[in-house]
């Protein structure tokens, strides 16, 4: 049999991180949405804006043109941020082959319809097999060659285990399971949490009080994942607590960084427009608490994070009674 073709959708750092990774195992074709970044990438085999410091495979193919991309793909990646995500799949569609699994490295919801990233493909590509791939996976370590796992959920088993192949390395490692609901909505849910967690930091709170909001943390998410039609054994794994950690911890997390920086006093427009990359809780957070006030379920520390990110709340407010204070005084 011959291997599948890849096509990944997006050249940030997590689609070229990928893409690098299956172009070491088959023919794989990196879609940049930016012309002159996608000639850059082809013709000098690096990434400057995302990846700077990082050779990618020679191997690998960049191109602009999402016809050209999708055309001979047995599979296809789409590592495009959730905003965007429908528009880039309806602009593939006429293009895709039929039936191809189409596979999210998406960690959002899409705005307004609250959807998740494998509803938005099966909607935009009706009749094709839709999974997502999601762990504790910071795409820099991944590219520096740090070992990391994750996790490939899909309703169909052999589909997952036949991807397996073109994404596993002897440092990357993916598991497979059919809990889709599950492993997306803890990959869109603990970004909310990382920008709790990076509040905290930002305001100098202390570790074992971190450790008390990821713990936390992880009960809200397990109880809305749950309440949506998730498994509670997936919230446990490398899609539920695995990424919720590396995400709450990490310095590299974009979500976590903008929390910091609100702690520590910057507005959030100005942290978002020093930023060249997308921190998708920002988004995700409102459509968060709109589905826990919908299914009952009680989420106190996302909802402080809406209360700083959309109503105006003071960033003291939501640590209050978890800063520290001088015994004594
Ligand atoms: P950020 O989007 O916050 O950088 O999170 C990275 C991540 O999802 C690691 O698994």
Not at 43 to 61: S, V
Not at 198 to 206: K, Q
Not at 298 to 325: C, F, K, S, W
Request: hydrophobic share 45%.
């Amino acid at each position: 049999l011959r291997s599948p073709s890849v096509a990944v959708l997006g050249g940030g750092t997590w689609g070229t991180v990928v893409a690098s990774i299956t172009a070491r195992h088959t023919g794989t074709v990196l879609w940049l949405r930016d012309p002159e970044l996608a000639a850059t990438v082809r013709e000098t085999h690096r990434n400057p804006r995302y990846l700077p410091e990082f050779d990618l495979p020679p191997t690998l193919r960049a191109t602009a043109d999402l016809a050209e991309a999708v055309r001979d793909a047995d599979v296809v990646f789409a590592a495009v941020p959730s905003p965007y995500l429908r528009r880039v799949l309806e602009a593939a569609a006429g293009h895709v082959r039929p039936l191809i699994p189409v596979i999210s490295l998406v960690k959002g919801l899409e705005q307004g319809t609250r959807k998740r990233m494998t509803e938005v493909i099966a909607e935009v590509l009706p009749g094709h097999p839709a999974g997502v791939l999601s762990g504790p996976n910071i795409a820099r370590e991944i590219a520096q060659g740090y070992a990391a796992a994750a996790t490939l959920a899909m309703p169909h088993h052999h589909t997952a285990q036949a991807l397996q192949t073109v994404l596993n390395t002897a440092r990357y490692r993916v598991y497979t399971s059919d809990d889709v609901i599950g492993v997306e909505i803890a990959g869109a849910l603990k970004n909310v949490f990382a920008i709790a967690v990076g509040l905290g930091d930002g305001l100098g709170a202390g570790d074992n009080t971190r450790a008390m909001v990821i713990t936390r943390s992880l009960h809200e998410l397990t109880r809305l994942g749950t309440a949506v039609g998730g498994r509670p054994e997936t919230f446990a794994g490398l899609a539920g607590m695995g990424d919720l950690i590396v995400t709450c911890v990490s310095p590299h997390s974009r979500n976590r960084h903008v929390g910091v920086e609100l702690g520590r006093g910057r507005p959030l427009s100005q942290i978002l427009a020093a930023m060249n990359q997308v921190a998708e809780g920002v988004k995700t957070t409102a459509a968060v608490t709109k589905l826990a006030a919908e299914r009952g379920v009680e989420m106190p520390i996302a909802h402080e994070v809406d209360a700083v990110l959309n109503h105006g709340q003071p960033v003291e407010q939501t640590y209050r009674g978890l800063l520290r204070v001088i015994p004594g005084h």
